[in-house]
Nanobody, 128 residues
């Protein structure tokens, strides 16, 4: 089992439209097991949606259409961390962002479904 903890610039960090923000996710516990990882977000009144995912190796990534070209997912397996660099932020990016992981034996597949482990979430607010 793995525990996930999101962090960002401050507890809650508003960012102006067009600005940037970087989220981090620290994994602890059974980190020697290969995990595919991803970032989800959920806005009020909406379902949780996959924003980006990354393979165990870090070589494969996948993005939702709404963030393609603006967000970059990465991971550092030596430090058991994952990041989401968010550039050109828009008000519609405002949501609670969740770090997620799943056991994945295929090292070069960016997962879409089947995430078993979740962080508690971090609020991202983009003001217009």
């Amino acid at each position: 089992q793995v525990q996930l903890q999101e962090s960002g610039p401050g507890l809650v960090s508003p960012s102006q439209t067009g600005g940037s923000m970087r989220l981090s996710c620290a994994a602890s516990g059974h980190t020697a097991i290969p995990y595919g990882m991803g970032w989800f977000r959920q806005a009020p009144g909406e379902e949780r949606k996959l924003v980006a995912s990354i393979s165990v190796s870090g070589e494969r990534t996948r993005y939702s259409e709404s963030v393609e070209g603006r967000f970059t997912i990465s991971r550092d397996n030596a430090k058991n961390t994952m990041h989401l660099q968010m550039d050109n932020l828009k008000p519609e990016d405002t949501a609670t962002y969740y770090c997620a992981a799943l056991l994945l034996l295929e090292r070069d597949m960016a997962p879409i479904v089947g995430f078993d482990y979740w962080g508690q979430g971090i609020q991202v607010t983009v003001s217009s």
